[in-house]
């Protein structure tokens, strides 16, 4: 039950967003890292300063399925283009996880960020890196339900925009 109840709201975000045009949304960026609380990750975003995001962890045995929003802090001198560092939110829940231990856990993970990139001119592969914190809420038979605040949680990624 609480399972289609999150899949419903990640699919109703998903035709929301791909559905808005938005001014300067014009590049597509995908990446490939780790995290702690996503694992071994496959991510794909699509925008400028506003970017939404969806990520799926194939390592972990959680296999957590995220919709990302970043915000990307303009740049001092030119305020039109997004600048290297980020505010990003994800939410991440078992959907594909596998057993018992992964039932009904989800994971919102606010944190801060900075992209490095690789070649200056170019501005198409890099590493983004970033860090904060996460409220992981998982259930426990005996207990119910139990929400943990847990004060770090970080991942690094390399992508290519196109």
């Known amino acids: 039950m609480v399972r289609s109840v999150y899949s419903g709201a990640l699919a109703a975000l998903f ?12 590049r597509f960026e995908i990446s490939a890292g ?10 794909a975003k699509y925008g400028n300063r506003i970017e939404i995001g969806l990520s799926q962890d194939f390592v972990s ?18 305020p039109a283009l997004p600048g290297p560092f980020y505010i990003m ?10 057993g018992y231990d992964t039932f ?5 993970y606010p944190r801060i960020g900075r992209s490095f990139l690789f070649r ?10 970033d860090i904060g914190f996460v409220i992981h809420r998982h259930t426990d038979p005996p207990a119910g339900y139990l929400t943990e605040v847990i004060p ?8 290519y925009r196109f």
């Not at 200056?120 to 890196?129: C, E, F, Q, V």
């Not at 949680?153 to 390399?158: D, E, L």
């Open 15 to 26: 035709l929301l967003f791909s559905m808005c045009s938005v001014q300067a949304q014009n």
């Open 34 to 43: 780790a995290g702690l609380f996503e694992g071994g990750f496959l991510k």
């Open 61 to 78: 045995q959680l296999h957590t399925t995220g919709l990302e929003v970043y915000f990307r802090i303009p740049r001092k001198h030119e």
């Open 89 to 98: 939110c994800g939410v991440s829940t078992t959907l594909f996880g596998k």
């Open 104 to 108: 009904e856990q989800t994971f919102i």
């Open 120 to 129: 200056r001119k170019t501005g198409r592969a890099g590493l983004n890196a």
């Open 152 to 159: 770090i949680s970080c991942s690094t990624g390399f992508f």
